[in-house]
């Protein structure tokens, strides 16, 4: 197990390094970021060469990765043009999208994976067709739309909810946000239940443990569900990366200032150190729940943890 | 019908948001506490020092904060004296200027001649990378701090210099009679001990002379301001203080305008043009700003400035149907402009309604004839350069094209040509690889003809980004410049505008407004000249 650890974590490097240089090349394509910097007229070109100088974009591009690269160890991830370390900006965006993150996933399981127990077991039953209509149009209705829609309903015509967050984005506030994050996926979640649950609920070890007598919760919560998570905990690892980076939308509707605040701001002002800053913190949260997800198949699945 | 319900949820809303900033806003040293509005924000661009801010967010806080020698009129755009008691000059070029008495910052260090001259000297050297650093550069000894190649060749300008500590004495390289006028800008403000002392400290709550004091500053979410007691001037702020808010888009803080979590928005989106007047009533306000959209040509490409190019580009601006495209997808925010200036500077101060005459009406036959006389569009077709990524370009883009097109009775005359990112469509621009027309914005920096014209049509000026280059209209913007009689200098620009016109060295398109809504709490809310809200005016409850 722990050869194993090792070697995944060695895999990372690779994929980081070529994640990071991906994304470095691609923000400088984009063009100058100092010709932007003094809005609709031209910077006077020795300060635009100050500048350059300063954030290092007056070498060659394969010298401001390396730099870059080296400073990244040493903690240092360089100055957002608004004078801000990026670090300082993460440490004020990521805690925030990561309440949100939590909000959603914790809707993802609790909704999702109950839905989907409840409707596996009742395959074809007006409960399991009600579900699946609902969850299709969940799906096809895109988030932003969804989103406008429950600020609009709840925040401005009932006024039950604030239609923006305050800037400390306590849990409270992140419900109905991280409802409209989660709301995709949940519904991808209860369908993988669902599908998963039906299908183990006729195997041998499902009728051995029904034969010897045991009670149906014990099955259903023992037997039956920790081998359908499998699939399920699959995406739902997946997805953590995913709902991180991806609540663009979302905390552009609600105004949370998360990591997608930050990225969009980052990309509208062509701020590369911002920009390749976050996305580099993003990789590895990708990376991570990667190897959190392969070592949970162990835990679920003894077989793997052997073979 | 609408209205009467938003008004009501707003009302209650509006009971909820006071009882909470009531409990979270602590530390309130006016005691007062309920009449603090709150007012939209988007996060400044740039660390926020007088002459490093060139946007409007972050000279918003430094108008609150800050007061300078002069400040404009929020009606008249019209420069008045504020910590000036005297600026005297004999000749336009040697100007002595004295600070009145009895003005200190807010952090009790008194206000004198030496903070002008310190905080000046710190935004033009070059060392300090500020943004604004040109604003100095009519002061004598600027290109020695702020050389444009090489290493700067001194720590202070020598045209500035500390006379006692009320008065000094400005030099300038050349005759500028609108001097004192610019004087009321950002960048001239005067600067604490404390900015050079601690920087850091300051940039994290910056300390100024204006009627509200900083209380707390989160960057990129909040900033609240205080009414400053001890205020000596005469436009003390109405209200307690002013909480400004980061939005990251404009759509939410209308919803929350809506839903009375907000005072004030000073930015109406685009899609709720539609709603606004039935949703806030008269609690919404859509005027002119010191702001014009052009229409800029590459003159630095042969196919634009061969014989007959001057008819080719009087034809398309006559094909444009500025009164339809200002209605139908601006909503009546966008003015169709006749001159090359704003209404904002007033008749006298040198706007000069119908200057650009018959070349900005719509006559499509004349346009027809007009191109056709100057030899047709280069390669047979326009393509109008934009960025796409902020302020929903495309749409008039397309407009406009769409007008030339039918105008033309040619449906491939005119494209519009998006760029992904406004670094971008900057960097092309300035850098002159641009091979067709490309939309061009204009923010006034000061309510004068002056700035609506030098830096953009003066042979290399700083925004000259199409390279237009005119003998005459240079001579005549110098002569202005050096005029000492307002009235006269008025009239020489606009004579110097005139050249503008007769080359069409810029198609001009449509002014636009400020607009602002805001909550039935506030009232006496107004924009200055440069679209801004005038906070210290608005009265809470």
């Known amino acids: 197990m722990g050869g194993y650890v090792v070697r995944r974590l060695v895999q990372m490097v690779p994929v980081f390094i070529g994640a990071t240089l991906l994304i470095f090349l691609m923000v400088n394509v984009m063009g100058d970021p100092v010709a932007g910097l003094c809005g609709d007229r031209q910077c006077d070109p020795a300060t635009a060469a100050q500048l350059r100088k300063e954030f290092g974009l007056d070498k060659p591009v394969w010298q401001q990765y390396l730099t870059y690269m080296a400073n990244l160890f040493t903690g240092d991830f360089g100055t957002a043009f608004n004078g801000q370390e990026v670090t300082e900006l993460m440490s004020t965006a990521f805690p925030v999208t990561i309440r949100l993150t939590v909000v959603a996933i914790v809707f993802q399981v609790v909704i999702g994976i109950s839905l989907g127990v409840v409707t596996g077991l009742r395959r074809g039953r007006p409960v399991d067709t009600g579900v699946l209509l609902l969850t299709l149009v969940v799906i096809s209705v895109p988030t932003f739309v969804t989103g406008l829609l429950l600020q609009l309903l709840l925040g401005v015509e009932w006024g039950w909810i604030r239609p923006s967050v305050s800037p400390d984005a306590p849990f409270g506030e992140l419900i109905v946000p991280g409802l409209v994050l989660a709301s995709v996926s949940l519904a991808y979640v209860t369908r993988l239940t669902r599908t998963s649950i039906a299908e183990n609920r006729t195997s041998d070890y499902v009728r051995t443990a029904v034969a010897k007598g045991l009670p149906r919760r014990r099955v259903v919560t023992r037997h039956l569900l920790r081998n359908s998570l499998i699939p399920v905990v699959t995406f739902i690892g997946a997805d953590i990366g995913f709902l991180m980076g991806g609540a663009i939308v979302t905390e552009r509707i609600f105004n949370i200032h998360g990591v997608g605040y930050q990225l969009y701001q980052g990309i509208l002002r062509q701020n590369t150190q911002t920009v390749v800053g976050f996305v580099t913190v993003l990789v590895l949260v990708f990376l991570l729940c990667n190897l959190v997800v392969d070592l949970l198949y162990a835990v679920l699945d003894p077989r793997i943890r052997y073979a | 019908m609408r209205g009467a319900t938003h008004a009501r949820w707003a009302a209650c809303a509006m009971a909820v948001a006071l009882a909470t900033t009531a409990c979270g806003g602590g530390g309130d040293t006016t005691g007062a506490g309920g009449a603090v509005l709150s007012s939209s924000w988007t996060d400044p661009q740039n660390p926020l020092e007088p002459a490093n801010t060139n946007e409007v967010q972050g ?94 060749r ?388």
């Open chain 2, 59 to 152: 000279g918003k806080v430094l108008n609150m904060i800050f007061r300078g020698l002069k400040q404009y009129d929020p009606r008249t755009g019209e420069a008045e004296d504020v910590l000036a008691e005297r600026i005297e000059t004999t000749n336009s070029r040697n100007y002595t200027i004295t600070v009145k008495d009895g003005w200190t910052f807010s952090n009790g260090e008194k206000v004198t001649a030496r903070s002008f001259v310190d905080a000046w000297n710190y935004g033009a050297s070059l060392k300090n990378n500020q943004k604004n650093a040109y604003f100095f550069g009519y002061i004598a000894g600027y290109d020695q701090v702020h050389p444009e190649q090489g290493e700067q």
């Open chain 2, 154 to 541: 001194a720590a202070t300008m020598s045209g500035l210099k500390v006379v006692d500590e009320r008065t000094f004495t400005v030099a300038l390289s050349q005759k500028f009679s609108s001097f004192p006028d610019t004087l009321g800008y950002n960048a001239f403000v005067p600067l604490p001990r404390a900015f050079f002392d601690d920087h850091a400290a300051w940039l994290s709550k910056p300390v100024g002379n204006g009627p509200y004091t900083v209380q707390s500053y989160t960057k990129g979410s909040e900033m609240q301001l205080a009414r400053w007691g001890g205020y000596p001037g005469e436009d003390a702020a109405r209200n307690d203080g002013v909480t400004l808010k980061v939005y990251t888009d404009n759509n939410t803080a209308y919803t929350d305008l809506m839903a009375g979590n907000l005072d004030l928005v000073d930015d109406v989106p685009a899609q709720q043009l539609k709603n606004v007047r039935g949703d806030l009533g008269d609690r919404y306000l859509n005027t002119p700003a010191g702001i014009i959209q052009t229409l800029s040509f590459p003159h630095y490409d042969k196919e634009w400035t061969k014989a007959g190019s001057v008819k080719v580009r009087q034809g398309l601006s006559r094909a444009i149907d500025r009164d339809q495209i200002t209605r139908t997808i601006f909503q009546g925010t966008r003015t169709p402009a006749t001159d090359w200036t704003s209404p904002v500077l007033g008749a006298e101060g040198g706007y000069k309604a119908g200057l650009c005459g018959q070349w900005c009406e719509y006559d499509a036959a004349a346009a027809k004839k007009l191109i056709a006389e100057g030899g047709g569009l280069p390669g047979g077709q326009v393509k109008i350069t934009y960025n796409a990524d902020t302020g929903s370009h495309k749409l008039w883009v397309d407009a406009v094209c769409n007008s030339i097109n039918n105008a033309l009775d040619n449906d491939r005359a005119c494209v519009g040509n998006p760029i992904g990112t406004f670094a971008d469509f900057r960097s092309k621009s300035t850098t002159q690889k641009l091979s067709g027309p490309f939309r061009a914005g204009w923010q006034m920096d000061y309510p004068l003809p002056q700035n609506f014209l030098q830096p953009l049509y003066y042979t290399n000026a700083s925004s000259n980004d199409g390279k237009w280059s005119n003998e005459e209209f240079d001579k005549l913007i110098d002569r202005a410049n050096a005029e000492t009689d307002v009235a006269k200098a008025v009239q020489t620009f606009q004579q110097a505008e005139e050249v503008v016109r007769d080359n069409m060295a810029s198609i001009p398109l449509w002014y636009q407004n400020g607009s602002a809504g805001w909550s039935d709490r506030l009232s006496n809310v107004a924009l200055n000249p440069f679209s801004v809200p005038v906070y210290n005016e608005i009265k809470v409850g």
